[in-house]
């Protein structure tokens, strides 16, 4: 088990730049790929962006990529989201999520959200116009 607890959130304006980090806890975090996803009222919930174990191997979504950045610090047992640039669009709850991944996939990168087996609460952005 892992547990996973996010935070940064909050309301920006437009333009704006927020750091989510997730923290995690349980069992050794470096065995794990995490993924960021969101919500929006009314919508299904989407990939962000997500990271393999050892953190070399990255992936963004195309609506934000160039503006957010994922990374971990595996030592600490975070990762974060750094969102630049921020749009009203981007308005959402952000989850982290975290699957436990073999040795053998270690550069895997997972975007689905059937494929994380555990969540954080989540954690709410706003970004005002």
């Known amino acids: 088990q892992v547990q996973l607890v996010e935070s940064g959130g909050g309301l920006v304006q437009a333009g704006g730049s927020l750091r989510l980090s997730c923290a995690a806890s349980g069992r050794t975090f470096s065995n794990y790929a995490v993924g960021w996803f969101r919500q929006a009222p009314g919508k299904e919930r989407e990939f962000v962006a997500g990271i393999s174990r050892v953190g070399t191997i990255t992936n963004h979504a195309d609506p934000v990529k160039g503006r957010f950045t994922i990374s971990r610090d595996n030592a600490k047992n975070l990762v974060f989201l750094q969102m630049n640039s921020l749009k009203p669009e981007d308005t959402a709850v952000y989850y982290c999520?975290?699957?436990?991944?073999?040795?053998?996939?270690?550069?895997?990168?997972?975007?689905?959200?059937?494929?994380?087996?555990?969540w954080g609460q989540g954690t709410q952005v706003t970004v005002s116009s």
């Open positions: 999520a975290a699957k436990a991944a073999t040795a053998w996939r270690s550069t895997y990168v997972y975007t689905g959200r059937n494929d994380y087996d555990y």
